[in-house]
């Protein structure tokens, strides 16, 4: 009996030892190959005029143009509001590997979708503004990918390559480079903003050079056309943006240059001779860049500029117009709108840090001109964030953030204005530019941030 109670006991002690040891190994795989991050986020923000803006008023855009009623600018209304909606969580996986094959993923999100604006015709009549701001937010997808990582290449006699391969949703290349703002929209609309599906891939040639190429799909940021904003262009177009770049960085420095080509089929179908018609149309944008940063110590600088055609898919206050009658066939001819935009960011410190950002935007118009007659404004396929009679418009923004441990507290002034130009008799010039009573229009945003880090 005793033989049998000591071996029961045993076996028991056996088994929560090895119970033990599985729990400790399934501890040690997701400590080493799971990362679980995130933040509560608050944002504080009040507005001196009606603007366009997103996520419940907290991703700015711009201050809206004049619109008198007896002598009164209506859109000359302050608001304010706070939310903690853009609270973030995501899981990093890493340290998978086959031989010199190294494995990764990413999935990212937040609480933005769900937003719903005011129903009924009242809103619109006793408010300046139908935003969306109120509702319960729901979950929705910000990134989602997987790597493949090939590292310790051999490249010439003694140097080494990496080649890595980003498959899923992500950053646009083009966007992933963000001043040392804390404010929602980074940046946004003078500098691109965009995260979407793509297949991406780097390769790092030695210690300073970079070579990456992408092609890239649509989804929540999208190109704008005669039926609104929609990916539905690029899918009937069946060709993928491209992009490429090459960077080079070194002790602090880097500099890299980009391109990025768009091809797209505002519509399929079409009218002739009072059918409908298969149409042949397409529209096609190149758009280039130039990023640098450079940091030292507890200063750090970084600067961009974009110049080309479109972007409106990446939040650029820029798009494209139908121009000149239609074609035999039923089908439309279209030209793209010039744009350049630029930023500037500088930022000191560590505990407390100070950030100052600067930000420029022109609207450059057709480069040639459609015809000898003015555009329609409903032929110009704008960014659904901005407006076609945009001339110019530029941001001083000025931030101080206290950090301290998992703790950021941030307060920030932002001065946005925009130069706007009158419509003729809903016409623009033959470059698609409203170019009659050029005025400016300007807000002041203060805005405060309380955001914890796990």
Known sequence: MAVALLSAGAMTISAAEKAADQKSEVKEHLQNHFKMYGFIRNYFAFDSRESVSGTGDLFYYLPKDVKMSEGVDLNATPSFRFLALTSRVGVDVSGYYIGNLHFGAKVEGDFYAGLSAASGSSASSYFPSNSKIGGTAQARLRQAYATLTWKDLPMGVNGKASVGLKIGQAWHPMAADHPHLFSLEVGAPFGPFSRTPLVQMDANLGDHWVVSGAAIWQMQYQSAGPAGASPIYMKYGMTPEMYAAVAYKSNGFLLRGGVDVVSIKPRVLGEKDGNTVKVSDRKTSVLGYVYTQYSYKKFAVKAKTTFGEGGEHMNLMSGYAKVGADNADGSWNYASLRNSSSWLSMSYGKKWQGVLF?????????????????????????????????????????????????????????????????????????????????????????????????
């Open 358 to 454: 600067l930000g420029y935007v022109k609207n450059l118009g057709l480069a040639e001109g459609a015809s000898d007659s003015p555009i329609s404004k409903d032929q110009v396929y704008f960014c659904g964030n901005g407006f076609p009679n945009i001339n110019q418009m530029y941001r001083i923004n000025p931030q101080i953030i206290y950090n301290i441990g998992k703790l950021n507290v941030g307060l920030e002034y932002q001065w946005t204005s925009v130069q706007y130009g009158e419509y003729d008799n809903n016409m623009l010039n033959k470059y698609a530019l409203a170019d009659k009573n050029l005025h400016w229009v300007g807000n002041h945003r203060v805005n405060m941030m309380v955001k914890f880090n796990f």
